[in-house]
């Protein structure tokens, strides 16, 4: 199945319509730096500002780019079941190679109903698919029995975990042992989720850092810690500049001071903050005079 350093991407806006240069840019700039997949339309794609019609053509200009290079593993997720379903039978039909669903976020199911959402698409669809627990989003969080049970269902083949709990974790692996892989949601909890036993990471750092991020868990997976923890440290404050606002907001800026695209959002996400931003720069130019050349 998917394994490695998978992006999360950004997509670029100019005059409120994605930009489809730049997005292809930036999907080709991530195949040259060695990434594993990309991930198009998830939460730091903004996909909760896309419409049905957009969301649909930007995993289309994925998969196009992409020409069967790397896995794109497409978001499809939503909190209406019924939407999850026609994004995810759309994601199939374009020919993306899996899906990443997030739990209904606002409406705060149980955890049977988390259950059922999670069973609804995977028997309507049958494509791989990857679920999504991050309670910071959605206000509701997928408990390890529900894990479990859903792990039994075929095409759900891995869960991407941006808790940054290790222990829910540890208990998460335990119950469903062995049966669906782990992808880490959360940058800077990399290496201790990997040393869990993690499958590697869907990333949002990537976007601007994928060959040290691709370096670092390429350590792991070697069982090279000492590396793997340089490359760990080195990547600390770019990470917690990341997550400094809402993503995707600091990445957004990031990939605009690289001249890559426009920095614009769509509402209600607003543009970071000057002092947040003069300090962005400044971590950026420290990364990259001591670690890689950004997005290299």
């Known amino acids: 199945m998917f394994h490695g350093v998978m992006t999360a991407l950004v ?3 100019r005059n409120n319509q994605v930009d489809e240069e730049a997005f292809r840019a930036h999907v080709e700039r991530q195949i040259e730096a060695g990434v594993d997949a990309v991930v198009p339309a998830g939460s730091t794609g903004e996909a909760a500002t896309l419409s049905v019609a957009e969301h649909k053509r930007v995993i289309e200009m994925t998969v196009d780019q992409v020409a069967g290079r790397v896995p794109v593993i497409a978001g499809t997720g939503s909190n209406n079941t019924a939407e999850s379903i026609e994004l995810t039978q759309a994601a199939k039909d374009l020919g993306a190679d ?3 669903l997030i739990s209904p976020y606002y409406v705060k199911p149980t955890q049977e109903g988390i ?3 999670y069973k609804a698409i995977a028997d309507a669809v049958h494509i791989p698919q990857v679920l999504y627990n991050v309670p910071g989003r959605t206000a509701s969080n997928i408990q390890p029995e529900t894990v479990a ?13 941006a808790t940054a709990d290790m222990a829910q974790l540890t208990r998460t692996m335990m119950a469903c042992d062995g049966r669906i892989l782990f992808y880490s949601g959360d940058d800077a909890s990399v290496l201790p989720f990997m ?4 499958s590697g990471v869907i990333s949002v750092v990537s976007n601007i850092a994928p060959k040290t991020m691709k370096a670092m868990v390429d350590a792991v997976v070697n069982q090279d810690f000492e590396t793997a923890k340089t490359m760990h440290f080195a990547l600390q404050d770019l990470t917690d500049a990341m997550f400094v606002e809402s993503n995707p907001i600091p990445v957004k800026k990031a990939c605009e001071l690289l001249g890559w695209m426009s920095g614009e959002l769509r509402l ?4 970071l903050a000057l002092e ?9 130019k420290a990364f990259q005079s001591g670690v890689e050349v950004l997005g290299g």
């Open 11 to 13: 997509t670029p806006f």
């Open 98 to 100: 899996a899906t990443l």
């Open 115 to 117: 259950y059922q959402h």
């Open 149 to 161: 049970r859903l792990s039994h269902i075929p095409n759900i083949v891995a869960i991407k975990d």
């Open 195 to 198: 040393a869990l036993g993690g």
């Open 268 to 271: 209600p996400l607003t543009d």
């Open 276 to 284: 947040h931003t003069s300090s962005l720069q400044s971590i950026m």
